[in-house]
């Protein structure tokens, strides 16, 4: 497939003396949108040489949980920006949750925002559809038209609103088996949280703030667990948050049940003390919460019991951020930064190597979203979605820099670790030299149905 | 001190320097001129987001007395979408000419957000936000406290604490910030405090503030109390189930009749009943105790006025806007003047 | 050393005898020191009138007035917590009021006190003595009684230090030294 694209006849790179997912140094040569050759003192012949000594070399990561608001909220992100920013991060892939406007409840809406993704061309957008419709907690959406539509879509979720309705949830859980897909439940009990502005503990007793009680979220995780035993399907846990949740997933792990889980790289890092200045860049959902939660997710990150790192990127308008915290939105972006939070907390801390950094980030991703070309072994024959990293590298956050247009970082001032030099999406470096570089360029649509894209690769 | 948002940052030294400075407006209160030129040519704005009346026309009687120029602002209808957004309201205060901001809001940390960022660079009171803060209501209350207090030791207010003063704090805790900011200054200040109200109208942390709690006001009684403070609390708050009726609230948690007798068979002579206002008679107070001599009600809305006028006064003379022009000064070093106990050189 | 303890107690010694024979005796006499150090000098100068004129209870003719709310340099100073402004029981209507202060410069206090007066009052006549003029006027201001008349340049400081206000082990009190600043 590769071989037919427009730039792949100057599209050769060899990349030279990599640290393949942290291990020993090797040679990667990329050609027609493959790895051709993986080894050691690999000649050049013609390919463009990238000096990697120092540098990791790891499967393109893949996001579970973002948020690109296109359609409807092109203020806030496009699928471009939004798309620059996860290549510039080092992803090949991100799943765009369905809470645009219109909701992704539909063949038409996914099919678009397919479209779009391909159309920026920075990385593989997969459309996730909507458990109800207009995520409106009340009827199924046509799920199965959204998995036979050209996105193929196998991840659905309310993502933002909770599948709270347990009939409902039971109902979802059922009828994705018909096509293998999963359902990823945004778990917040609605009543416990009713004008829910941070987690509720002791900062939020002296702040005043209306407080999110952890047991919010592990109430309907419980019950999700055991629905999804009930009826033998997947489930997907979006950005666990507390302590308790790891208890309830291990337990179910450990019963059987199908169930993967996600943390987002903040809730890795930063806690509910920080609410304490009111500025509403802290202020996310699921909150912050304590250092005891921080700790129990980076543990259970560690163990496998928490199987991905999803950014839950979600850029807003500035406006919607310089505001009273009870008016403020809810998100955080973080594309640009989850490399390198996931570096900090995890990496850095002897957590976990770059081979668990490839699994949490890129391999465990592209299983649950059922992306077949993607989250593959950096081994000769294999799609060549790759992310090189400078793990020695530090930066200071500007958000006034990024590319994604969310001014809304938690991170903002803080140094950090690790950057992304290169990220090649189907062996097209879309960033080079730590910079955007051109988008991958898909053949007409008519010429490259989904069913065959990820079979030619 | 640049603002006066809470209490709970509130230093000892700066607590006592404000109640101290209020013992002297109050004394400008019985003279003949009740109005000092201090202010003069000053802006003071009045930004309330929420109505209170007698907050309002405190600060604006604390205000004039000390002949600022007062801007009261009416910013209701609160949500973005529906009007103007805090940024845009601060800035045009801002290009107003505004020195200082007493801002009451609805949403819990507004005041800090008016301090944390460039929108606006005048002094900030907090005039009571969401449930997170009434600095200058704490303040009143500490300061009738102290008087009685004092009195009771016959030693002068001035400089004084609130050591060994067990204060009791009954009510809608959880949805309270005056008493969040009397628990810190009352913890600041040396008193011993208890919280008495239903366990479902504590914050959950609650263990972690420095005080007592308890769910029994006669057993709070008991042990003995200096200052009995009654919460207002909203009847609206039974629809929401944080307790059965009202009846029932008022029979385990208001200071009924009973209860007043009691603190005369209890021996407790001296003990003083506190109420914020407005009061809900017959709910958390019974009109005998609001109006019994041991009613400190009219006591404080008068005290009130004299904390305003000394939080005015503290945060508006100091050179808080233009550090350079000290430097340049030729009258006198800067650090000499930090301090109260400077030695002065008459100019 | 400009003047030590035996200078200032000549010195308020002539001050008392001036204003009583300004005054044609201690008839409707009032002191008012200004906050911090003229209110200990009043309460002196009320003792050497007592000692001068027995029919005088010194406690009963000295008062102390704070200007700080008064001042037109607020905004230049750090925070200045007022004073207590205390009068004696008699008041201040239609009484001979003399104003106390330890060093008179620009004025500005005076100017300051002078306000503060009328607020309170309505006084027959308000005289001005200070223990040290050290020039340098801002304003049409001058004392009807001075301790000493000390020129200085504007970049030296003049400190009085006494008993009463400046009690630190191991300095020297009830002195008026001239320092230079920086």
Known sequence: MASQQQDAGTGAYLIRGAAILGGAPEDLLIRDGIIAERGQNLPAGGATVIEAAGLVALPGMVDIHTHLREPGREDAETVETGTRAAALGGYTAVHAMANSTPVADTAGVVEQVLTLGRTAGWVDVRPVGAVTVGLAGEQLAELGAMADSRARVRVFSDDGICVHDPVLMRRALEYVKAFDGVVAQHAQEPRLTAGAQMNEGEVSAVLGLTGWPAVAEESIIARDVLLAQHVGSRLHVCHVSTAGSVEIIRWAKSRGVNVTAEVTPHHLWLTDELARSYDPVYKVNPPLRTDADVQALRAALADGTIDVVGTDHAPHPSEHKECEWAQAAMGMTGLETALSVVQHTMIETGLMGWADFARVTSTAPAAIGRLEDQGRPLDAGEPANVTLVDPAARWTVDPSKMATMGRNSPFAGRELPGKVVATFFKGHPTVLDGKLNTPYRWLPETTELPGTAAGSN | ?347 | MVLNQADIDRALTRIAHEILESNKGSQDLVLLGIPRRGYPLAVRLAAKIAAADPTVDPAAIVGQLDVTMFRDDLSHQGIRPPYPTQLPRTGIDNKVVVLIDDVLYSGRTIRAALDAIIDLGRPRIVRLAVLIDRGHRELPIRADHVGKNLPTSSSEKVRVRLAETDAVDGVPVNEVVIEATA
């Open chain 2, 1 to 347: 001190m640049r603002h006066l948002l809470s209490t709970e940052d509130l230093s000892r030294s700066n607590a006592i320097r404000i109640l101290d400075t209020a013992e002297e407006m109050a004394a400008v209160g019985e003279r003949e001129v009740k109005k000092l030129p201090t202010l003069r040519g000053r802006t003071v704005v009045n930004l309330f987001f929420e109505d209170s009346t007698r907050t309002r026309i405190s600060f604006e009687a604390a205000a004039k007395r000390l002949s600022a120029d007062v801007i009261n602002f009416a910013a209701k209808g609160s949500s973005v979408s529906k009007g103007e957004s805090l940024k845009d309201t601060a800035q045009t205060l801002s290009a107003m000419g505004a020195d200082a901001v007493v801002i009451r809001h609805w949403a819990s940390g507004a005041p800090h957000r008016l301090a944390a960022t460039d929108w606006i660079d005048a002094a900030v009171i907090n005039a009571g936000d969401g449930t997170h803060e009434h600095p200058t209501q704490a303040l009143l209350d500490a300061f009738t406290m102290r008087r009685h207090w004092s009195k009771l030791a016959g030693t002068p207010s001035a400089g004084a604490d609130l050591t060994g003063m067990r204060v009791a704090i009954a009510g809608d805790v959880l949805h309270s910030r005056v008493a969040r900011s009397n628990v810190w200054l009352l913890r600041t200040l040396g008193a011993e405090v208890t919280l008495v109200a239903p366990p479902t109208l504590l914050p959950i942390g609650v263990e972690k503030w420095p005080c007592s709690v308890s769910y029994d006001l006669d057993e709070t009684l008991a042990r003995g109390v200096d200052a009995m403070m009654m919460l207002r609390v909203q009847g609206e708050r039974m629809n929401a189930s944080f307790f059965p009726t009202t009846r029932e609230y008022s029979r385990r948690w208001g200071f009924d009749d009973n209860r007043l007798r009691a603190l005369d068979s209890l021996g407790l002579k001296d003990t003083i009943i506190m109420h914020p206002g407005p009061m809900n008679r017959g709910l958390e107070i019974s009109s005998a105790a609001a109006d019994s001599p041991r009613s400190t009600v009219l006591a404080q809305v008068r005290n009130g006025v004299s904390i305003r006028m000394a939080a005015l006064y503290l945060l508006l003379s100091g050179d808080t806007r233009e550090p350079a022009h000290q430097a340049n000064s030729t009258h006198s070093t800067p650090a000499e003047h930090t301090s109260a106990l400077v030695t002065k050189e008459s100019h």
